[in-house]
């Protein structure tokens, strides 16, 4: 009995007691504050690397439009924007050039922005997570790596020859379109996923469809976000060269206006490739190739500051 006892006090005796150290907390608060400040260097280091790129990057933004004020404004004149090119191209205007800069433009943003938005809507809103989803995703991306040259070649089998469209104004938008589809198809999905689900399960808490639901709740709430997509999407198209060289501009066309979509038209981006590169007085018309390149800043700032006006009111009238 001694023994079992014995056994039993030794089996069933509490282990001793771990000696526990014990913080105060004058020590907590040190180490609090030794995080708080390693996250504040840290934040600042970060920081100052960011504004190091955004200086970058306005300051070459300056360089690029001081050098073309000095070397071009002196060409800029009101017969230069409304007269046509005149003696080779060395007197004259670019009126022309910008009406074809602006269908070509606005012709590629008709094209795209639908297809886009509605290509968004389907991967973020009814297609399902899986290989196929994958897959579309993966051509997207590739689409957007693409060449712009390559483009112009897919155009010109494609369009022009195939489909017999000519040079023309339809061939170089849909062209232009197809390049930036990937832009808006991005920033138009990137847009929908910022829209809460709570939107969503409101809108059919109340009954309504889910096509009603994307349609008049989570599109409107989405607009500001798939207008930034459309605004860099008419950047691009406002100042591809290689496309529009194989599909829609000519060296040189002598009405102002085009007849129709599948008439030849001039345009800046090309206009000043061809100045630059197969005029037959290069150096005397350097002053209009830097008045060209100033104008096709201006009009894709100008395209540009219209789009953002117009998200702005838009988020006015969200908030």
Known sequence: MDIAASSDEKVFSPPPKEKVKKIGATEIQKAA?????????????VFTFLYIAAAIN???????IFFMLKNGLSAISWTFLTDIPRDAMTKGGIFPCIIGTVYLS????????????????????????????????????????VPSVVFGLFGLAFFV??????????????????????????STEEALKTVPDTYRE?????????????????????LPGILTGAILGLSRAAGETAPIMFTAAAFFVPEK????????????????????TAGTEIEATRPLQYGTALVLIGLVLG???????????LRRKLK
């Open 33 to 45: 504050e030794a995080i708080h400040n390693r996250r504040k260097v840290t934040q600042k280091i």
């Open 58 to 64: 306005g300051l070459a933004l300056f360089i690029i």
């Open 106 to 145: 606005f012709g590629a943003i008709l094209v795209s922005l639908p297809i886009g938005v509605a290509s968004a809507i389907y991967l973020n809103e009814y297609a399902r997570p899986g290989r196929i989803l994958r897959i579309i995703r993966l051509g997207i991306n590739n689409l957007a790596g």
């Open 161 to 186: 020859i195939y489909l017999k469209m000519g040079v023309s104004i339809a061939a170089g938008a849909l062209t232009l379109g197809a390049i930036t589809l990937p832009v808006i198809i991005g």
């Open 202 to 222: 409101a809108s059919l808490a109340l009954g309504a469809t889910k096509w009603q639901t994307i349609w008049r709740v989570v599109l409107p709430a989405a």
């Open 257 to 276: 206006m085009p007849s129709s979509i599948f008439s030849k038209i001039m345009a800046l981006p090309y206009h000043i490739y061809v100045l630059a």
């Open 303 to 313: 395209m540009n500051l219209l789009a953002i006006i117009w998200r702005s009111r």
